[in-house]
């Protein structure tokens, strides 16, 4: 490991999140991002072209 590296279970549970959501992005966000519509954004998942990941809700963070 390269010093200066974080590692993820050092972090605590609202930093894991919070660097998650930096790394991955909503359907909505990627579409935006993208600026294609809902249905290219599909094709593109379904011929392999991007990787869908489902993203969960964790509940609040205190």
């Known amino acids: ?3 200066g590296d974080v590692v993820m279970k050092d972090l ?3 930093e894991q999140l919070e ?3 930096y790394y991955f992005l909503s359907t909505t966000e990627a579409i935006n991002m993208l ?3 809902r249905q290219n954004f599909y094709s593109l998942i379904s011929r392999n072209k991007i990787t ?3 993203k969960r809700w964790c509940g609040p963070i205190f």
Do not use: D, G
């Open 1 to 3: 490991m390269i010093q």
């Open 12 to 14: 605590s549970r609202k």
């Open 19 to 21: 660097t998650l959501n």
């Open 35 to 37: 600026q294609i519509s």
């Open 52 to 54: 869908r990941i489902k």
